[in-house]
């Protein structure tokens, strides 16, 4: 990722995301990944068969990661596990909510002006303009 989409103040969407998902041939459903205490939204993955079966075993948010095809951890490489709670599936069976707990300084692979890591990665209000704010979740 760029600086400039992860700290910008231009919005920069990426329209082509799921085009670029559906190209890989992998087989995954959408994942939000909420604070069960707080209700904000951490971080949105997805997740296939192995990632769903590691998210129970190892009681952590797992995702598959599109973009190096390969199982990911959230925290195994920072120390910023997600902690399962629950999981749950919406009516049509084809995304996942994961609701977890912080057991680190965030979740978000960005740091913050003190340089630690971000709560969660929706640190930016979009204004109708299409310039970004920075604002932190108040839940």
Not at 112 to 127: E, F, I, K, M, P
Request: glycine share 10%.
């Amino acid at each position: 990722m760029s600086l400039e989409i992860e700290e910008g103040q231009r919005l920069q969407l990426d329209f082509g995301k799921l085009l670029k998902v559906a190209k890989t041939g992998a087989e995954v459903v959408p994942v939000v990944a909420q604070d069960a205490d707080s209700g904000e939204i951490l971080i949105i993955g997805y997740a296939n068969q192995l990632a769903l079966e590691t998210t129970f075993k190892e009681r952590k948010a797992t995702f598959w990661s599109t973009s190096r095809n390969e199982l990911w951890i959230k925290g195994a490489t920072s120390g910023d596990y997600l902690e399962l709670v629950e999981v749950r599936v919406n009516c049509e069976q084809n995304s996942l909510l994961y609701l977890v707990r912080l057991a680190g300084t965030g979740s978000c692979h960005t740091k913050d002006a003190a340089g630690q890591a971000r709560h969660g990665c929706y640190y930016r209000v979009v204004n109708p303009d299409g310039t970004l704010e920075f604002r932190e979740f108040a839940g």
